[in-house]
């Protein structure tokens, strides 16, 4: 009998005593802190990624006039997607979009329903 009071003081105070957890929650900080830090250095590349296509667009633009060609550069921010437009010179009637509008709108709408269901930005 002896043998089994000890043995059932020793798993009692094992089952009493708490269990402590010293580096989970440490490291769960540590990887937040990690994708915080991550998510602004990609919001700043994507930032200066927009300004470069931005500043690209533009020369392009500007080449283009200089050849008196009808072809026209742009960049919708929306969703991040060069374009072209072809259009009549001497009416700056357009004559073809490419991407279409339609494409693009189409895009802008499959990026919100994707960020509605992920509760995300697409």
Known sequence: MDIFSSTSKQVESIVSTPKTQASAPTREVENSHQVAKSARENNQNQQSDIEKL????????????????????????????LFVDVVERSTGKPIRKIPTEEAMALSEKMREIIGTIFDKKG
């Open 54 to 81: 931005t500043q690209t667009v533009d020369k392009l633009n500007k080449q283009m006039d200089s050849l008196g060609t009808n072809v026209q550069f742009g960049f919708n921010d929306k969703i991040n997607v």
